[in-house]
T-cell receptor
Framework: ETGVTQTPRHLVMGMTNKKSLKCEQH?????MYWYKQSAKKPLELMFV???????ENNSVPSRFSPECPNSSHLFLHLHTLQPEDSALYLC????????????????FGPGTRLTVL | GDSVTQMEGPVTLSEEAFLTINCTYT??????LFWYVQYPGEGLQLLLK?????DKGSNKGFEATYRKETTSFHLEKGSVQVSDSAVYFC?????????????FGKGTMLLVSP
């Protein structure tokens, strides 16, 4: 148990569906992250939020839309996905202190296994 | 840009064998270095870390030393168990204001047989 939870753990959706992934951290951290893990590929950083402000968006298609309503919750809204978007989506959080250079440890949730039909 | 290179897997060992998984990195500045482990069907768990040159991270019998001169952070364990079967990821962390950015290797699968 890392203090980061993700729901649902498994999701199957059609290409025309709209769904959301949820992440919650119970660690009092200020930074949250979405990663994509596909078979045979390195982990890909998708989005970073620091104090609820998006600070990185690594060329992610607009069919993925993140939302960070507060420092404990992070969502990834999905719409009109493609089969190649099937992957394990991992959420992580880290301490993060604004104004301080940080190499803080990131703590990961268990992931959501997404299958797009 | 920064990069992390790990040995290709799978690594197949018998129980109680010695384990080494090689990891080298390329980075500007002075990153922190990490090993994460991923068990089947789960997310990544921090195994150990080192924040500066010559630091040794250790946990659950695993060790790795931050070697700046060889830009390496090799993972070792003296006697592996079946329960150590998992995928191991080496990573480095860049510094940013208020958050970190991890660069991962591709992962090395370890299979331990009884």
């Amino acid at each position: 148990e890392t203090g980061v939870t993700q729901t649902p753990r498994h999701l199957v959706m059609g290409m025309t569906n709209k769904k959301s992934l949820k992440c919650e951290q119970h660690l009092g951290h200020n930074a949250m992250y979405w990663y994509k893990q596909s078979a045979k590929k390195p982990l890909e950083l998708m989005f970073v939020y620091s104090l609820e402000e998006r600070v990185e968006n690594n060329s992610v298609p607009s069919r993925f839309s993140p939302e960070c309503p507060n420092s404990s919750h992070l969502f990834l809204h999905l719409h009109t996905l493609q089969p190649e978007d099937s992957a394990l989506y991992l959420c992580a959080s880290s301490q993060g202190i604004l104004g301080t250079e940080s190499t803080d440890t990131q703590y990961f949730g268990p992931g959501t296994r997404l299958t797009v039909l | 840009g920064d990069s992390v290179t790990q040995m290709e897997g799978p690594v197949t060992l018998s129980e109680e064998a010695f384990l080494t998984i090689n990891c080298t990195y390329t980075a500007t500045g002075y990153p922190s270095l990490f090993w994460y482990v991923q068990y089947p069907g789960e997310g990544l768990q921090l195994l150990l870390k080192a924040t500066k040159a010559d630091d040794k991270g250790s946990n659950k019998g695993f060790e790795a030393t931050y070697r700046k001169e060889t830009t390496s952070f090799h993972l070792e364990k003296g006697s592996v168990q079946v329960s150590d079967s998992a995928v191991y990821f080496c990573a480095l962390s860049d510094r940013n204001s208020g958050y970190s950015t991890l660069t991962f290797g591709k992962g090395t699968m370890l299979l331990v047989s009884p």
